[in-house]
């Protein structure tokens, strides 16, 4: 399943490749794309679980960037 969100408070450049990075290691993920510039994220994810695999995406982006909420 592939899903575009919205960012929101995604403060710098460095932080949203940071976060890519992070996201792309989460298991199941198949890609994920977050811009930046445009403050969106695109990601590929198992079908099967992905409300589980966009809880971890959820974390991970709090842990690089607190004040950036994912617009669901």
């Known amino acids: 399943m592939k899903k575009?969100?919205?960012?929101?408070?995604?403060?710098?450049?460095?932080?949203?490749?940071?976060?890519?990075?992070?996201?792309?290691?989460?298991?199941?993920?198949?890609?994920?794309?977050?811009?930046?510039?445009?403050q969106r994220m695109a990601i590929e994810a198992d079908d099967a679980r992905f409300e589980e695999i966009m809880d971890h995406v959820v974390k991970t982006c709090k842990k690089v960037e607190p004040d950036c909420r994912i617009i669901r």
């Open 4 to 38: 575009n969100y919205k960012l929101e408070d995604l403060d710098c450049a460095n932080c949203a490749a940071k976060m890519e990075r992070a996201i792309a290691k989460i298991d199941g993920v198949s890609s994920v794309s977050v811009s930046f510039m445009s």
